[in-house]
């Protein structure tokens, strides 16, 4: 499926809120929301909120989502309350399977339908009345079957919006933890939440043991259906051709839900071919809704919101970066990578587990020893919850860090979750950041054991070559796991075993020269 994720605020979030329904009164969260700030709006403490909404990770809440603002009732009267009003909202969604370890699972909604006459009986039929592919037919109407003329009087879809659930935590099916009951009380997760993150699974039976099972996702809405192969990356968008480097976009169209290349086209006075040119690296075929698309290029414009980067494309190449730091273990992972003589590309931030100041002597030692400095914000956010001035204050507040510490300023920025969206697209083409996602994960994060942490890397590059593919892997340096096992295993894991070649996430997007890496203070 498309990895070039916008997690825009999705009103059917507020179908599958954890526990809101069961108490009065509720509060739905907005866009530009986070905790502290609803807690002054409501006069309330944090411990209220939290305890009202046990289970919720307040620091992750989205938009659309509903959270409680009162103690709650009895939890089966609330079970009932959602489970009816989910059944009685919700259209006829199909799930889409993805390859085993992917952390997406795309369901299609119906926006449109038709229905089959004498004439209009066949599949092939529909398609034509209605311009659509074969895939997306099949796609939004998993149980018709096209081998066969269609019954007068079938419904079916001719168009459908996407909404992609990207799971963010996992827990694996143990002996003991063997049930989706068993799941959902442990994890805090409604019976609507568990089903939808976990298509797959089948809760009439006993989860067999070892099953990766998802217990905290976030939504994404698409205007069609995803590809479920993995995306080729590319670096940071390219400008149009032009001789002024003043030159920018005039005007965005952003993308709408159920949009189509016509609407888009119809809207800008522009044809996809002209789009396309202002446009470079910008994937028309699978636009989603938030998606800011430039149609007017000149004198003054704003610059293009940068091309999420999910892989290397230097084939062969491997980035294991480190996210999180610098921290009390960054000094000895420095030492183990010297003795490899392996560069890698450490993602910082300001004040999360570890303050920075604290810890400048391990990023300039990194520094200085030749590994690429990156910037993950100076509080760990989820950005989309920030107004864009909270955004830009939390990013700017680390860029003085790094000019206090280093002297210079990254150019190269990854989101904590991994989440972003328009506004943090605009920010970031504002400041000049290349966004750098991952495609391997460790999930160091999940603090479990390094027997799991080894099986995730080798379940999720199975059947990959370094004659084909290039890979940007997702590691903490604030886990002892991490550094004293994980890290010594992996590197010869990835380099010896694998042959795939290390290095930091610039080199293995084709830039090699630190130089390029970094930009002196701002003015």
Same mark, same amino acid.
């Given at each position: 499926?498309?990895?070039?994720?916008?997690?825009?605020?999705?009103?059917?979030?507020?179908?599958?809120?954890?526990?809101?329904?069961?108490?009065?009164?509720?509060?739905?969260?907005?866009?530009?929301?986070?905790?502290?700030?609803?807690?002054?709006?409501?006069?309330?403490?944090?411990?209220?909120?939290?305890?009202?909404?046990?289970?919720?990770?307040?620091?992750?809440?989205?938009?659309?989502?509903?959270?409680?603002?009162?103690?709650?009732?009895?939890?089966?009267?609330?079970?009932?309350?959602?489970? $009816?009003?989910?059944?009685?909202? $919700?259209?006829?969604?199909?799930?889409?399977?993805?390859?085993?370890?992917?952390?997406?699972?795309?369901?299609?909604?119906?926006?449109?339908?038709?229905?089959?006459?004498?004439?209009?009986?066949?599949?092939?039929?529909?398609?034509?009345? +209605?311009?659509?592919?074969? $895939?997306?037919?099949?796609?939004?109407?998993?149980?018709?079957?096209?081998?066969?003329?269609?019954?007068?009087?079938?419904?079916?879809?001719?168009?459908?919006?996407?909404?992609?659930?990207?799971?963010?935590?996992?827990?694996?099916?143990?002996?003991?933890?063997?049930?989706?009951?068993?799941?959902?009380?442990?994890?805090?997760?409604?019976?609507?939440?568990?089903?939808?993150?976990?298509?797959?699974?089948?809760?009439?039976?006993?989860?067999?043991?070892?099953?990766?099972?998802?217990?905290?996702?976030?939504?994404?809405?698409?205007?069609?259906?995803?590809?479920?192969?993995?995306?080729?990356?590319?670096?940071?968008?390219?400008?149009?051709?032009?001789?002024?480097?003043?030159?920018?976009?005039?005007?965005?169209?952003?993308?709408?839900?159920?949009?189509?290349?016509?609407?888009?086209?119809?809207?800008?006075?522009?044809?996809?071919?002209?789009?396309?040119?202002?446009?470079?690296?910008?994937?028309?075929?699978?636009?989603?809704?938030?998606?800011?698309?430039?149609?007017?290029?000149?004198?003054?414009?704003?610059?293009?919101?940068?091309?999420?980067?999910?892989?290397?494309?230097?084939?062969?190449?491997?980035?294991?970066?480190?996210?999180?730091?610098?921290?009390?273990?960054?000094?000895?992972?420095?030492?183990?990578?010297?003795?490899?003589?392996?560069? $890698?590309?450490?993602?910082?931030?300001?004040?999360?587990?570890?303050?920075?100041?604290?810890?400048?002597?391990?990023?300039?030692?990194?520094?200085?020893?030749?590994?690429?400095?990156?910037?993950?914000?100076?509080?760990?956010?989820?950005?989309?919850?920030?107004?864009?001035?909270?955004?830009?204050?939390?990013?700017?507040?680390?860029?003085?860090?790094?000019?206090?510490?280093?002297?210079?300023?990254?150019?190269?920025?990854?989101?904590?979750?991994?989440? +972003?969206?328009?506004?943090?697209?605009?920010?970031?083409?504002?400041?000049?950041?290349?966004?750098?996602?991952?495609?391997?994960?460790?999930?160091?994060?999940?603090?479990?054991?390094?027997?799991?942490?080894?099986?995730?890397?080798?379940?999720?590059?199975?059947?990959?070559?370094?004659?084909?593919?290039?890979?940007?892997?997702?590691?903490?340096?604030?886990?002892?796991?991490?550094?004293?096992?994980?890290?010594?295993?992996?590197?010869?894991?990835?380099?010896?075993?694998?042959?795939?070649?290390?290095?930091?996430?610039?080199?293995?997007?084709?830039?090699?020269?630190?130089?390029?890496?970094?930009?002196?203070?701002?003015?």
């Amino acid at each position: 499926m498309k990895q070039h994720l916008l997690l825009a605020a999705v009103s059917a979030l507020s179908l599958f809120g954890l526990g809101a329904a069961t108490c009065s009164p509720t509060y739905t969260v907005v866009s530009g929301d986070y905790a502290w700030l609803i807690e002054q709006k409501h006069n309330i403490t944090h411990d209220q909120l939290q305890g009202w909404n046990p289970g919720v990770n307040l620091t992750l809440i989205f938009p659309g989502e509903l959270l409680c603002l009162g103690p709650n009732s009895s939890s089966s009267s609330s079970s009932a309350t959602k489970t $009816t009003h989910i059944t009685t909202t $919700t259209t006829t969604l199909s799930t889409v399977s993805l390859p085993t370890g992917s952390p997406y699972v795309t369901r299609y909604s119906c926006t449109h339908y038709s229905t089959s006459t004498s004439s209009l009986n066949t599949c092939a039929k529909m398609m034509s009345k +209605y311009s659509v592919s074969s $895939t997306n037919f099949a796609l939004w109407n998993p149980s018709i079957n096209c081998s066969k003329n269609l019954p007068t009087g079938t419904r079916v879809c001719f168009s459908a919006s996407t909404v992609v659930y990207k799971c963010g935590h996992y827990a694996t099916a143990t002996s003991s933890l063997n049930t989706c009951a068993k799941m959902m009380s442990k994890y805090s997760v409604s019976s609507a939440n568990f089903a939808l993150w976990n298509p797959t699974i089948n809760c009439a039976k006993n989860i067999a043991s070892g099953t990766r099972v998802c217990f905290s996702a976030a939504q994404v809405a698409s205007s069609g259906p995803s590809s479920a192969s993995s995306t080729t990356s590319t670096t940071s968008t390219p400008k149009p051709t032009s001789t002024n480097s003043a030159d920018g976009c005039l005007a965005f169209y952003t993308v709408k839900s159920g949009d189509g290349m016509w609407a888009v086209e119809n809207a800008t006075g522009k044809t996809q071919a002209q789009l396309s040119q202002i446009n470079p690296g910008y994937d028309f075929n699978n636009m989603q809704p938030g998606d800011m698309i430039c149609y007017s290029w000149g004198l003054g414009g704003k610059p293009l919101p940068p091309v999420p980067i999910f892989g290397c494309n230097v084939t062969g190449s491997f980035s294991i970066t480190f996210d999180d730091g610098p921290g009390a273990y960054t000094n000895s992972l420095l030492d183990y990578l010297a003795k490899e003589q392996v560069k $890698t590309t450490f993602f910082i931030n300001g004040n999360n587990t570890f303050y920075i100041y604290d810890h400048a002597d391990a990023l300039r030692a990194a520094y200085n020893a030749g590994h690429q400095i990156a910037t993950h914000g100076w509080y760990h956010l989820n950005n989309t919850l920030l107004t864009e001035a909270q955004f830009r204050e939390n990013i700017l507040r680390l860029e003085q860090a790094f000019v206090d510490i280093l002297g210079v300023i990254p150019k190269y920025y990854r989101p904590p979750y991994g989440i +972003y969206n328009p506004m943090v697209l605009g920010v970031l083409a504002d400041l000049g950041y290349h966004l750098v996602i991952w495609d391997i994960d460790s999930e160091d994060w999940l603090l479990e054991n390094f027997s799991k942490e080894q099986a995730q890397y080798t379940q999720q590059l199975a059947g990959q070559s370094y004659k084909s593919s290039a890979h940007i892997s997702l590691q903490h340096d604030i886990h002892p796991i991490t550094v004293q096992q994980l890290a010594p295993w992996v590197i010869p894991y990835v380099r010896d075993t694998l042959h795939y070649k290390l290095m930091p996430v610039a080199s293995c997007l084709g830039d090699s020269n630190p130089a390029n890496w970094y930009r002196p203070p701002r003015t």
